[in-house]
């Protein structure tokens, strides 16, 4: 498999690695999201401030409002930081370029 | 790193080795966009019948209508190809199930 498609892999195991522990496999649960971000994302958790941050992000991504979040909710949440971190990686490039 | 801020790593890897290329680093032009599908997902491009998907798929990333993919739209495609993954991910496993 091509580095793309083991990433593709990795999101869907990833996603269901932890939705399929309460037995409905195809969402996650309030438990079981805040178990993805605090064991999947433990430098992102690291620098946010607000306590909250794990409520907030769930009430952002369950966009259909059913308090569950599916596998394209959980995409937008990957997406939305993946775009953060490349715009970090862009400025930290042009900073070595200017060296 | 966890495997998910490794996914994430590699999204971004991945977009700009092709986007670096022609001394644009910030977006894949037709050219670049048609070596990065060839090369990191010649599983999907096999199954495809039509002669211009790359074209297409082109088109349809380019939200903006300015011929090239921005990261931001690169993203749309893995997740378009992540979640028809997903679904035949899930109805595998439900059939596993049933035997």
């Given at each position: 498999?091509?580095?793309?498609?083991?990433?593709?892999?990795?999101?869907?195991?990833?996603?269901?690695?932890y939705?399929?522990?309460?037995?409905?496999?195809?969402t996650l649960?309030?438990?079981?999201?805040?178990?993805?971000?605090?064991?999947e994302?433990?430098?992102?958790?690291?620098?946010?401030?607000?306590?909250?941050?794990?409520?907030?992000?769930?009430k952002?991504l369950?966009?259909?409002?059913?308090?569950k979040v599916?596998?394209?909710?959980?995409?937008?949440?990957?997406?939305?930081?993946?775009?953060?971190?490349?715009?970090?990686?862009?400025?930290?490039e042009q900073?070595?370029?200017k060296?």
């Open positions: 498999m091509t580095e793309l498609e083991n990433c593709m892999e990795s999101l869907i195991t990833i996603f269901h690695r939705a399929d522990e309460d037995g409905d496999g195809k649960s309030k438990k079981e999201l805040s178990k993805l971000i605090e064991t994302l433990p430098a992102f958790l690291k620098c946010q401030k607000n306590p909250k941050v794990v409520d907030d992000i769930r952002d369950d966009q259909n409002g059913d308090s599916d596998f394209e909710e959980f995409l937008s949440l990957v997406v939305g930081l993946s775009i953060a971190c490349e715009k970090c990686f862009v400025l930290h900073k070595k370029g060296k």
